[in-house]
Nanobody, 123 residues
Framework: VHLVESGGGAVQAGGSLRLSCVVF????????MGWFRQAPGKEREFVAT????????RYAYSVTGRFTISRDDAKNMVFLQMNDLKLEDTAVYFC?????????????????WGQGTQVTVST
């Protein structure tokens, strides 16, 4: 399974971006999917996850109410809509494919990762 993210860029605080992730090589229903991020000098952290059926989502406290994860299994894609972006959202964002059907906030439950897309929020 190969994941490719897109949609990152530079945006002013308060703005919005929509990240996309294409999953290549999946021969069956996509598993749970997640988004993580890593800021300079910091550990990779959980952002959002969605289960295999798309009816259960979970978010990091810092992004709850501002970010929305969604999936389109017909296109093998996952999205992260980011609104009201803050300076602290600046990071490289990674898409990840889970090892099972249930979403998780633990990176160890994901088996495939994309290369990441940079999001930079400025004043």
């Amino acid at each position: 399974v190969h994941l490719v993210e897109s949609g990152g860029g530079a945006v002013q605080a308060g703005g919005s971006l929509r990240l996309s992730c294409v999953v290549f090589g999946s021969t069956s229903t996509m598993p749970a999917m997640g988004w993580f991020r890593q800021a300079p000098g910091k550990e990779r952290e959980f952002v959002a996850t969605i289960n295999w059926s798309g009816d259960r989502e979970r978010y990091a406290y810092s992004v709850t109410g501002r970010f929305t994860i969604s999936r389109d299994d017909a296109k093998n894609m996952v999205f992260l809509q980011m609104n009201d972006l803050k300076l602290e959202d600046t990071a490289v964002y990674f898409c990840a494919a889970g090892l099972g059907p249930d979403g998780s906030d633990w990176s160890g439950n994901y088996g495939s990762w994309g290369q990441g897309t940079q999001v930079t929020v400025s004043t």
